[in-house]
T-cell receptor, first 113, second 112 residues
Framework: DAKTTQPNSMESNEEEPVHLPCNHSTISGTDYIHWYRQLPSQGPEYVIH???SNVNNRMASLAIAEDRKSSTLILHRATLRDAAVYYC??????????????FGKGTHLIIQP | DGGITQSPKYLFRKEGQNVTLSCEQNLNHDAMYWYRQDPGQGLRLIYYSQIVNDFQKGDIAEGYSVSREKKESFPLTVTSAQKNPTAFYLCATRLTGGNTIYFGEGSWLTVV
């Protein structure tokens, strides 16, 4: 299974942009890159996903490297409510199974007021 | 209100007792999953089900059991055989053909 590597923690100031990196050097050509975030004592929530092109939605932007071996989740203007653990995963469902549904420790994002 | 409902939110049990955690969804999703999360750790897959009356073991199935008698329901039983059952348990669903996983709010189980 393709795996991802993320920093354990990052710190940023409120109202500044945040760039959360993820390395996935063994990604296959059909793997989508997904980001989820988890607030304390809650289930993870979907943030954004992409395949090759950069993606934007109301929560964040996803920048994908040209070789697809890394990606960056961008929060354009962090707020205190963005403090959470951010997971980068490469879910695959080949054969209808649950391959790749592995959530590592993620990146603990700390936002300073 | 659409979504995934896990109950109870908090549960205390004595060691040696079986306990069942409920997961109900009205999203009409075929696939359902159970994860376990220990403090400061990532999520580990316990069991998953792609269709009614069928389920498969995940990475840490020992000491757990599940059933999938209805599309909407995927209860998880934590048996006395599970050595360290105290954890945060998360249920999730996915629409067949979709890539996004949707999570419930979780259930905290404490065994004393």
């Amino acid at each position: 299974d393709a795996k991802t590597t993320q920093p354990n923690s990052m710190e940023s100031n409120e109202e500044e942009p945040v760039h959360l990196p993820c390395n996935h050097s063994t990604i296959s050509g059909t793997d989508y890159i997904h980001w989820y975030r988890q607030l304390p004592s809650q289930g993870p929530e979907y943030v954004i996903h992409g395949l090759t092109s950069n993606v934007n939605n109301r929560m964040a932007s996803l920048a994908i490297a040209e070789d697809r071996k890394s990606s960056t989740l961008i929060l354009h203007r962090a707020t205190l409510r963005d403090a959470a653990v951010y997971y980068c995963i490469l879910p695959t469902y080949s054969g209808g199974g649950a391959d790749g549904l592995t959530f590592g420790k993620g990146t603990h994002l700390i936002i300073q007021p | 209100d659409g979504g995934i409902t896990q109950s109870p939110k908090y549960l205390f049990r004595k060691e040696g007792q079986n306990v069942t955690l409920s997961c109900e969804q009205n999203l009409n999703h075929d696939a359902m999953y159970w994860y376990r999360q220990d403090p400061g750790q990532g999520l580990r897959l316990i069991y998953y089900s792609q269709i009614v009356n069928d389920f498969q073991k995940g990475d840490i199935a020992e000491g757990y059991s599940v059933s999938r008698e209805k599309k909407e329901s995927f209860p998880l039983t934590v048996t006395s055989a599970q050595k360290n059952p105290t954890a945060f348990y998360l249920c999730a669903t996915r629409l067949t053909g979709g890539n996004t996983i949707y999570f419930g709010e979780g259930s905290w189980l404490t065994v004393v």
